[in-house]
């Protein structure tokens, strides 16, 4: 049941005309049944793995809360954090690390024999462990209260708007709104319309069609033509960019429209001047999950470690466990390394050299953070060519590819580069304009802010190309499979 399938919005209808007539502690039960018959819609076994592990976090919490015994607490958190990255580990991992075990032992002539399984990936199961686990480690670090109804406590770990691609919410946001009757606003209604409007424009027309440059080009097998597979870079790093963040637009919208304040996950990210400011605006509730629970507490166990080594390696540690976060493949790990090393590098370029190389002119000033801009989406879309490839075997060839093989023919002609270029621009021109306002106004909703007249020419746009040139069929969405 994706949010882009004919089904969700009966199925929606359906949950609004009850939560509107209903008293909050019903709309709260009532959500949770909606919450897990979405669940359920894509495959009902699940349904008891996701209140499982929404127990062992509840349980786990509570017994935390209520000692102040340090080795009770912390017998507890190890037990709950454990329990669930093992629950995770066999279902997303368990396969990858038994292939790469019998490698290395087959490497140095030992004979090891690990039973492939045939596991099917739990939709979702990345982002509600890590939103459940954030409770048992807050409620730890006595950051957040212990919930006492599990109903409530259930719904938090289970929102469906949220609940299959993020954001992921923290129980110190999330839990408050559901145990606190919920209002909304005349603003609300009209900037989770919008966001609506948004997020379904970025996945259908945007998204959707992005995927019919870059889905040829890498699925194809090699050898890679350069010209096909720049384009092809450009494309997917718009199109993962709208794929995702239509999702966490339509369930920032699906929230608000019942009085919900679900985080922001994009900020527009493609206006960042470096790669910290890039994570900053990128992914915002993962990276921010990893800063909080993983960086931070890794800076305080390498204290060992002298000068700036310990945040070199916590920064490297940290990307790499992102890069695998999304998946059990090697150019995932990649991925995550290759955004490590260029923060290490961010950082002892601005340390080093960060005052001397800026300019004091405001023509400068404006030419030098273009530059940044340009430079940094670059470094982007390299990334993102890491992140799209199915293996690294993959990932040199294309690199082969873009030095080696950077000419047309006839399996690539002048023709088909042109009209690849032409529906890259049609597809992502009123993106780049709308994010770039949104970039200057700070805020993610500023179109509902500007002159009614303008609001009409967006509003307009972003319907008629929707209708017009959106894709049907309800592709799924691309973070589904992490």
Not at 39 to 65: N, P
Not at 419 to 438: D, G, M, P, R, S
Request: aromatic share 20%; proline share 3%.
């Amino acid at each position: 049941m994706g949010f882009n399938s004919s089904v969700f919005i009966i199925f929606f209808i359906i949950v609004y005309v009850l939560y509107r007539v209903l008293a909050h502690q019903w709309q709260n039960r009532m959500l949770l049944l909606a919450s897990l018959v979405f669940y359920g819609f894509w495959d009902w076994r699940f349904l008891a793995l996701l209140l499982l592990s929404t127990w062992i976090a509840y349980a786990c919490g509570g017994e935390i809360g209520k000692t102040d015994d340090a080795h009770r607490r912390k017998f507890f958190l190890v037990l709950g954090i454990s329990t669930k990255l093992c629950i995770l580990g066999f279902f997303k991992y368990y396969n990858f690390f038994a292939e790469n075990f019998q490698a290395l032992f087959n490497l140095v002539g030992l004979h090891l024999s690990l039973a492939h399984l045939n596991i099917i990936l739990p939709l979702g199961i990345s982002f509600y462990t890590f939103q459940t686990m954030s409770y048992i480690i807050d409620v730890y670090r006595k950051e957040v209260k212990v919930t006492s109804n599990f109903f409530d406590f259930a719904l938090f770990g289970s929102f469906f708007p949220q609940l299959v691609a993020g954001p992921i919410e923290r129980a110190k946001h999330l839990l408050p709104q559901i145990q606190a009757p919920r209002v909304i606003t005349r603003e609300k209604i009209a900037a989770g319309c919008y966001l609506l409007l948004w997020g379904y424009f970025l996945k259908i027309f945007a998204a959707d069609n992005l995927a019919k440059i870059v889905d040829p080009i890498f699925d194809a097998a090699p050898p890679y033509n350069g010209m096909a597979i720049l384009l092809a870079m450009y494309a997917f790093t718009f199109q993962i960019f709208c794929d995702f963040a239509g999702y966490s637009s339509i369930a920032r919208g699906l929230g608000l429209l019942m009085g919900f304040d679900i985080v922001v996950n994009f900020n527009a990210p493609f206006f960042s001047t470096n790669v910290q400011e890039f994570w900053n605006r990128w992914h915002i509730s993962l990276s921010h999950w990893i800063r909080d629970y993983v960086y931070l507490p890794m800076m305080g166990g390498l204290r060992f470690m002298k000068g700036n080594g310990r945040v070199y390696t916590a920064l490297v540690a940290s990307m790499t466990l992102i890069g695998l976060w999304h998946g059990a493949a090697w150019n995932f790990v990649l991925f995550g390394i290759y955004y490590g090393v260029l923060l290490v590098f961010y950082l002892i370029i601005r340390i080093r050299w960060g005052t001397l190389i800026m300019p004091q002119s405001p023509f400068g000033k404006q030419l030098w953070f273009w530059f940044r801009v340009v430079f940094i989406f670059h470094l982007t879309v390299i990334g993102m060519m890491i992140f799209r490839c199915h293996s690294l075997q993959q990932v040199g060839r294309i690199f082969n590819g873009l030095f080696f093989n950077f000419y047309l023919t006839s399996r690539f002609s002048l023709f088909q580069f042109l009209k690849t270029t032409v529906n890259f621009f049609w597809a992502v021109w009123l993106i780049v304009v709308l994010e770039y306002v949104q970039f200057k106004k700070q805020d993610v909703c500023a179109v509902i802010r500007l002159p009614w007249v303008v609001q009409g020419i967006v509003y307009f746009l972003l319907i008629f190309l929707l209708i017009t040139f959106g894709v049907n069929g309800g592709q799924e969405f691309i973070y589904f499979q992490f």
